[in-house]
């Protein structure tokens, strides 16, 4: 018996060392499976559960795979539901049934509509071997949910907000659009319906298998209206074509404030994997202002989620929202400045910016060439958009945020830079011979040219003439510790508080110059000094304001910013040269005295090219103010200018409104 003993014992315990060992797995089997299938409903991979199931219970409730694989993907994918996740897992053993496991879990999900939170799931999992399948019922989609019933979603789609200009003129609003569509039944059948689409075609710019491809959908039926593309309103139209007021996103701009104000599109995956919270059916912000103030603009879409039996009755509600509309947002600028601006650059490669400088607002921000927004909304052919793309004057590209070289208007900058600092005597004239000139021979070939040939030139003449080679003796008089020391006190290397991408202005491309030349050229506006229009127009606000730098800004109840950069004398004798430089006939903006307006001005002309002695690029700037009231500032320029084009001829009309007006 003493030798038996040991021996049973040993059984014993292996038996229930076994018992132990089945039930490990059991449990690890049943918790394998549950996980399984929320990891499966979080990635959608809906064809992967029926597998997870046991067929009983599928057939218990009258669903076979198939159905239960379309069940999920309708709701699921009808609520939008992503990030299906869960907490507070546990498994347990059933008390009465040894291969039956029970299971509980809290999910939180995202939908359409926001999270879906706290929702406690009760299941059982039977285990069979090694096999463990959740015993289904519709109660796993929702809680509340058996038999046939469905999930709805009725979405309260918010309002996006408009963008308006100072006077609460519309930029881009909400407004009645035309849809163009067919009624397929109307077409006619066999060659009678092939013309009638070929006329469609014909009329309204499209091609005939785009509209053979939107008619031949899966829901589309004789009496429906199948939508085609946003038109302008008549009443002529083809046989089977018809037109529905719709509502949708306008720019009544259009062209004129394209970079501006950009436009909408509708939300894609890559949109809602990088933004949750979007819904397959909106729109967002894909440029300019609708895309900087999206968030904004767009606002929250309302709704409700619910739980409704076979016959429509109401069963649960899962979720309520209310609608958020989109916020307005009132701009600085001008409607019809911004209009008159555009128009004057009549297609021509440029930009104008206009301040109130006293203030910062920015009443005019222009860029040509451009692009009609309410395409890029509302649809678009690809002909239309390869033309966009095909410009060499590149419509698509923002001019008022492009860093150019700013050519003469910077003496302006360096003149006062010279009289703060004593180097530059307003009263001195001096002696220049020919159309150019050089430091000394060290300079080999190079040469700093000028327009005009005047022996003695003083500061005023030398603004008048727009003389480079007095700004480059004067600059390299001053030395570049001083220079860079008064540009140091404006906006270089500064971000300034805008909704746009651009880059800091800059003095030039190292600290410090590596030459003199480079010096000198800086002086006159040149070099690899490079502002775009926003930074010139607000550097050259201390002319309109004794001194001080107002920094520009585009939302009206924005605080206005300044900094003092110059005394109130330096400023008072530049302006004096500036209004000479519209007054004296030989003024370069002595076309503007004929408006009979108060104008201080700068034109300048900046060239670019490889090697001084070969014709190169010429963009062409002007930039004025109101000398009597500073009630506006303006800078406009061109872009490889035209021949017999320049920036100053393109400005009567804009001058003449902001004088009537500021």
């Not at 463990?132 to 019933?149: K, T």
């Not at 009755?313 to 899962?318: R, Y």
């Not at 020919?434 to 040469?447: A, N, P």
């Amino acid at each position: 018996m003493w030798l038996i003993l040991p021996i049973v014992v040993l059984l014993i315990g292996s038996f229930y060392g076994y018992q132990t060992y089945q039930a490990n797995q059991k449990m690890t089997a049943a918790k394998t499976v549950l996980r399984t299938f929320i990891k499966t409903l979080n990635e959608n991979q809906f064809d992967a559960l029926p597998a997870l199931m046991t067929p009983k219970s599928l057939q218990d409730n009258e669903y076979d795979k198939k159905q239960l694989i379309e069940k999920y993907q309708a709701i699921f994918t009808g609520i939008g539901v992503e990030n299906y996740a869960s907490d507070d897992l546990t498994v347990s053993k059933n008390t009465k049934n040894d291969d039956a496991y029970d299971f509980t879990y809290t999910a939180s999900m995202s939908s359409t509509l926001g999270e879906l939170t706290n929702i406690t799931y009760n299941g059982r999992i039977t285990v069979d071997g090694d096999t463990a399948l959740i015993e289904w019922s519709p109660a796993l989609i929702f809680p509340a949910m058996s038999g046939n019933d469905k999930v709805s979603i009725t979405v309260d789609n918010a309002a996006r907000g408009d963008i308006l200009d100072r006077n609460k003129q519309p930029l881009a609003e909400n407004g009645t659009l035309y849809q163009l569509g067919i009624i397929p039944g109307q077409l006619g059948t066999s060659t009678e319906k092939t013309a009638n689409i070929k006329a469609i075609a014909e009329q309204f710019d499209l091609t005939e298998e785009a509209i053979n491809t939107t008619l031949s959908q899966s829901w589309v039926q004789d009496d429906y209206f199948v939508p085609l593309k946003i038109v302008d309103q008549t009443n002529d139209l083809p046989t089977g074509a018809s037109i529905q007021e719709t509502t949708g996103r306008t720019y009544p701009l259009g062209e004129a404030a394209a970079q501006l104000i950009g436009y909408i599109g509708t939300v894609t995956a890559e949109d809602i994997e990088k933004n949750p919270e979007l819904s397959s059916n909106s729109q967002i912000g894909r440029a300019g202002l609708e895309a900087a103030y999206d968030q904004e603009l767009r606002g929250e879409n309302g709704g409700q989620i619910t739980i409704t039996d076979e016959n429509g009755s109401e069963k649960e509600v899962l979720l309520t929202k209310d609608r958020q509309d989109g916020a307005d947002i009132q701009l600085t600028i001008d409607q019809e400045a911004q209009q008159i601006a555009f128009d004057a650059l009549n297609g021509q490669a440029g930009a104008t910016v206009v301040t109130e400088p006293q203030t910062g607002d920015l009443l005019v921000l222009a860029s040509s060439p451009s692009y009609d927004p309410n395409l890029m909304t509302n649809g678009i052919s690809q002909e239309a958009y390869e033309a966009y793309e095909n410009d060499d004057k590149l419509p698509f590209i923002s001019r008022f945020t492009t860093s150019y070289a700013p050519g003469s208007t910077f003496k302006t900058i360096t003149a006062a830079i010279g009289l703060e600092n004593g180097t530059i005597d307003p009263d001195q004239s001096v002696s220049i011979s020919g159309l150019k000139w050089q430091k000394d021979r060290s300079w080999g070939d190079y040469y700093v040219t000028r327009v005009t040939d005047v022996a003695s030139v003083n500061l005023q003449q030398a603004l008048v003439y727009s003389d480079n080679i007095y700004m480059a003796q004067q600059t390299l008089a001053m030395g570049e510790d001083a220079f860079r020391e008064g540009l140091s006190s404006l906006i270089f290397g500064e971000d300034l508080d805008l909704p746009f991408a651009m880059n800091p202005a800059q003095i030039s491309n190292e600290d410090p110059f590596d030459s003199e030349i480079l010096l000198a050229d800086t002086g006159y506006g040149q070099g690899q000094l490079l502002m775009n229009p926003i930074q010139q127009a607000a550097t050259y606000s201390v002319f309109a304001n004794q001194g001080t730098l107002v920094y520009p800004k585009l939302l009206l109840d924005a605080e206005t910013k300044d900094k003092t950069v110059f005394k109130a004398e330096t400023i008072t004798q530049i302006n004096e040269d500036l209004a000479a430089v519209v007054s004296d006939e030989n003024g370069t903006a002595h076309a503007l005295a004929n408006l009979g307006i108060p104008l201080a001005a700068k034109t300048g002309t900046a060239e670019i090219k490889e090697n001084q002695d070969e014709q190169g690029q010429e963009n062409s700037f002007l930039f004025a103010f109101d000398s009597e009231d500073q009630g506006y500032l303006l800078l406009s320029m061109l872009d490889d200018r035209e021949e017999g084009q320049s920036a100053t001829k393109l400005a009567p009309d804009l001058l003449t409104y902001l004088a009537g007006k500021y």
